[in-house]
């Protein structure tokens, strides 16, 4: 471990569902990510992989426990300050794109830019650039339903990058694609985290992915087991 | 632009086919609101001028034990100085028998100063033969209704015997017929001040003075200052309150079922809403992921509800506005004209404070039959949302 304090930080987190029996979706999980770090979240499925990531993405909340975002105890923050968060320092690409349909892929990406209340001209500007950057200068206007899976997940990137977060969350984000399509967009994943120092913390169930990261992190039943 | 509006429009703009299918619903139920409401406008407007413009305002009748008034003059000179008076007629009325050839029948005879009742009554416009003026230039004159006339069988220029117990009884030359289209046609006859004193058997005496107003509405409050000189004062919605009446009904009754035309309209939109709603769910998980608050969401679907109410409620107040002119313009049949009352057009009048009135209220209903749709969608956990595809 180095001195520099950690991104990213939980103590004791837990996640339990009630359902009739309990069910300890994320038992006591204790985690430090650094600064630039590229972290791969793998195990069985069921293991707690996606609640992890969604308690880190402040998509959900956790039954017990602390989680630290840039030294800042966000559990009990209210849906405005979550918001902002989400929307300043984390970036998320999931397994399916998610991408709204009215919208071309260029304005697609400018949405959070817009949601962080940017004008428009500015954030055109930025979203011009990162599609640049993901290989999609010529498609900016079309619409998800014009463009192929590869594609929409390159602007589905490039839309988590927007606002340049500190964090950028993957949860499977190869998961629908080729295997050739898929390895590209790793390789996008893994140029973009060098180029910028972003966090990137991927879920994935692929090994050879996995390997490719800096740290693994193993879930078995909800408990982190390698680090 | 706040980007709430942005997606809001484009959502509106995406799904054709459901916006074309709400704002349809509320145009339709706007322009029959709009057209209702010119008919009933114009028509109230007609009803006005056929009764409460046809007789007095306020009537003015003698002291409390009294039969008539006597110094009439002063009175008929103070009340024409009240505030908002605009026209004053003193007159001299009771019953009679009239009769013709074999037909006899029963009617009022009213003495009054030509000029002046017409002031009140506009009986002038209503003359179908002679001319009322004709009571001044000679004595022994009179003025009937056409159906009386019709069932006395007399013309212009025959001469009815007029009496009654107590009077004197006289012979009358029929020197005017009027055709109100009300029952005043049958049972209301008028003669010279003079001629009437003489027939009941009086002196220089009235036993009421009509008054007109320049505003309606403000009968009690006129009637009220007149009463200071010490005669009795009644505004017409004291002595005819039926009118009033029959218009309240009739407007509230109508309101009301328009009112609920919208609102079905609006639970069209609110349908259709929460219908979209469902369909988004995914792309409103991903909107939570990339910042958007519960309330932005919210505000969102608020906003297409308000959107589509205002698109609908501006085509449905264009359509129903021209509807109405186009029902104004039409011309009755002259046979038909004639049951209504000598009705030539439609009375039709489209007021511009209405059409504002409607689009801003079918607005507001929209924004607020939209909340229900917007709770649903921000009640949604983006985990779930972001799962269901």
Same mark, same amino acid.
């Given at each position: 471990?180095?001195?520099?304090?950690?991104?990213?930080?939980?103590?004791?987190?837990?996640?339990?569902?009630?359902?009739?029996?309990?069910?300890?979706?994320?038992?006591?999980?204790?985690?430090?990510?650094?600064?630039?770090?590229?972290?791969?979240?793998?195990?069985?499925?069921? $293991? %707690?992989?996606?609640?992890?990531?969604?308690? &880190?993405?402040?998509?959900?909340?956790? =039954?017990?426990?602390?989680? /630290?975002? +840039?030294?800042?105890?966000?559990?009990?923050?209210?849906?405005?300050?979550?918001?902002?968060?989400?929307?300043?320092?984390?970036?998320?690409?999931?397994?399916?794109?998610?991408?709204?349909?009215?919208?071309?892929?260029?304005?697609?990406?400018?949405?959070?830019?817009?949601?962080?209340?940017?004008?428009?001209?500015?954030?055109?500007?930025?979203?011009?650039?990162?599609?640049?950057?993901?290989?999609?200068?010529?498609?900016?206007?079309?619409?998800?339903?014009?463009? $192929? %899976?590869?594609?929409?997940?390159?602007?589905? &990137?490039?839309?988590?990058?927007?606002? =340049?977060?500190?964090?950028? /969350?993957? +949860?499977?984000?190869?998961?629908?694609?080729?295997?050739?399509?898929?390895?590209?967009?790793?390789?996008?994943?893994?140029?973009?985290?060098?180029?910028?120092?972003?966090?990137?913390?991927?879920?994935?169930?692929?090994?050879?992915?996995?390997?490719?990261?800096?740290?693994?992190?193993?879930?078995?039943?909800?408990?982190?087991?390698?680090? | 632009?706040?980007?709430?509006?942005?997606?809001?429009?484009?959502?509106?703009?995406?799904?054709?086919?459901?916006?074309?299918?709400?704002?349809?619903?509320?145009?339709?139920?706007?322009?029959?609101?709009?057209?209702?409401?010119?008919?009933?406008?114009?028509?109230?407007?007609?009803?006005?001028?056929?009764?409460?413009?046809?007789?007095?305002?306020?009537?003015?009748?003698?002291?409390?034990?009294?039969?008539?008034?006597?110094?009439?003059?002063?009175?008929?000179?103070?009340?024409?100085?009240?505030?908002?008076?605009?026209?004053?007629?003193?007159?001299?009325?009771?019953?009679?028998?009239?009769?013709?050839?074999?037909?006899?029948?029963?009617?009022?005879?009213?003495?009054?100063?030509?000029?002046?009742?017409?002031?009140?009554?506009?009986?002038?416009?209503?003359?179908?033969?002679?001319?009322?003026?004709?009571?001044?230039?000679?004595?022994?004159?009179?003025?009937?209704?056409?159906?009386?006339?019709?069932?006395?069988?007399?013309?212009?220029?025959?001469?009815?015997?007029?009496?009654?117990?107590?009077?004197?009884?006289?012979?009358?030359?029929?020197?005017?017929?009027?055709?109100?289209?009300?029952?005043?046609?049958?049972?209301?006859?008028?003669?010279?001040?003079?001629?009437?004193?003489?027939?009941?058997?009086?002196?220089?005496?009235?036993?009421?003075?009509?008054?007109?107003?320049?505003?309606?509405?403000?009968?009690?409050?006129?009637?009220?200052?007149?009463?200071?000189?010490?005669?009795?004062?009644?505004?017409?919605?004291?002595?005819?309150?039926?009118?009033?009446?029959?218009?309240?009904?009739?407007?509230?009754?109508?309101?009301?079922?328009?009112?609920?035309?919208?609102?079905?309209?609006?639970?069209?939109?609110?349908?259709?809403?929460?219908?979209?709603?469902?369909?988004?769910?995914?792309?409103?998980?991903?909107?939570?992921?990339?910042?958007?608050?519960?309330?932005?969401?919210?505000?969102?679907?608020?906003?297409?509800?308000?959107?589509?109410?205002?698109?609908?409620?501006?085509?449905?107040?264009?359509?129903?506005?021209?509807?109405?002119?186009?029902?104004?313009?039409?011309?009755?049949?002259?046979?038909?004209?004639?049951?209504?009352?000598?009705?030539?057009?439609?009375?039709?009048?489209?007021?511009?404070?209405?059409?504002?009135?409607?689009?801003?209220?079918?607005?507001?209903?929209?924004?607020?039959?939209?909340?229900?749709?917007?709770?649903?969608?921000?009640?949604?956990?983006?985990?779930?949302?972001?799962?269901?595809?």
């Amino acid at each position: 471990m180095t001195e520099e304090s950690p991104i990213i930080e939980l103590k004791n987190l837990t996640k339990t569902y009630k359902n009739g029996m309990e069910f300890h979706a994320l038992d006591n999980a204790n985690l430090k990510i650094k600064k630039g770090e590229f972290v791969a979240i793998v195990g069985p499925s069921g $293991s %707690g992989k996606s609640t992890l990531m969604h308690l &880190i993405g402040l998509l959900d909340t956790p =039954s017990s426990g602390t989680l /630290l975002i +840039d030294r800042n105890d966000v559990t009990n923050m209210s849906d405005k300050e979550r918001s902002e968060i989400r929307n300043r320092m984390l970036g998320f690409v999931f397994q399916y794109h998610h991408l709204l349909p009215d919208f071309t892929a260029l304005e697609n990406v400018m949405m959070p830019l817009l949601i962080a209340g940017k004008k428009r001209k500015e954030a055109k500007v930025i979203a011009e650039k990162l599609l640049k950057e993901v290989g999609l200068e010529d498609r900016m206007d079309h619409k998800p339903g014009e463009l $192929s %899976g590869g594609q929409n997940q390159r602007v589905a &990137i490039a839309r988590a990058l927007s606002c =340049s977060p500190a964090i950028v /969350l993957g +949860d499977e984000p190869t998961g629908n694609l080729d295997t050739k399509t898929g390895d590209m967009i790793y390789e996008l994943l893994r140029q973009l985290n060098k180029e910028y120092n972003q966090t990137f913390i991927v879920v994935t169930h692929n090994d050879d992915m996995a390997l490719k990261a800096d740290r693994i992190i193993r879930l078995v039943d909800g408990k982190i087991t390698v680090q | 632009m706040r980007y709430e509006l942005f997606i809001a429009l484009r959502q509106i703009r995406a799904r054709k086919f459901q916006t074309i299918l709400s704002v349809g619903a509320i145009a339709l139920a706007v322009m029959v609101l709009t057209v209702s409401q010119a008919l009933m406008v114009g028509f109230t407007g007609e009803l006005y001028n056929t009764t409460v413009n046809k007789f007095p305002h306020v009537s003015v009748s003698p002291q409390e034990g009294e039969d008539y008034i006597y110094l009439y003059r002063t009175l008929v000179d103070e009340t024409s100085k009240v505030e908002g008076v605009s026209a004053v007629s003193p007159f001299l009325t009771g019953k009679a028998s009239f009769r013709f050839k074999t037909n006899s029948l029963n009617a009022e005879l009213k003495g009054v100063l030509p000029l002046q009742e017409n002031n009140i009554s506009n009986i002038e416009t209503d003359m179908v033969e002679g001319d009322l003026r004709e009571l001044e230039y000679s004595r022994n004159t009179i003025v009937i209704g056409s159906k009386l006339a019709d069932k006395l069988e007399v013309n212009l220029g025959d001469s009815v015997d007029v009496s009654f117990p107590n009077s004197n009884p006289l012979s009358l030359r029929v020197v005017g017929i009027f055709h109100t289209g009300s029952p005043l046609d049958e049972s209301l006859t008028y003669t010279s001040l003079d001629t009437a004193q003489e027939f009941y058997n009086v002196q220089d005496v009235i036993n009421g003075v009509s008054v007109k107003l320049e505003d309606f509405n403000r009968d009690r409050e006129v009637a009220a200052k007149i009463e200071k000189t010490g005669y009795k004062a009644r505004g017409w919605t004291e002595t005819n309150p039926e009118i009033l009446r029959t218009i309240a009904i009739e407007t509230t009754s109508n309101n009301v079922v328009l009112g609920l035309i919208v609102v079905i309209a609006s639970f069209g939109v609110v349908s259709a809403l929460n219908l979209s709603v469902i369909g988004a769910i995914s792309q409103i998980g991903m909107l939570r992921a990339m910042g958007a608050t519960i309330s932005s969401i919210k505000t969102i679907f608020v906003l297409q509800s308000g959107i589509l109410g205002l698109l609908g409620a501006l085509v449905g107040t264009l359509t129903g506005v021209a509807i109405s002119l186009g029902i104004g313009q039409y011309e009755m049949p002259a046979a038909s004209s004639k049951l209504y009352g000598g009705m030539t057009t439609i009375p039709i009048i489209v007021r511009i404070g209405d059409i504002l009135v409607i689009i801003l209220a079918v607005f507001l209903l929209n924004l607020i039959a939209g909340i229900y749709p917007a709770q649903q969608a921000a009640k949604l956990d983006p985990v779930k949302a972001i799962s269901s595809k």
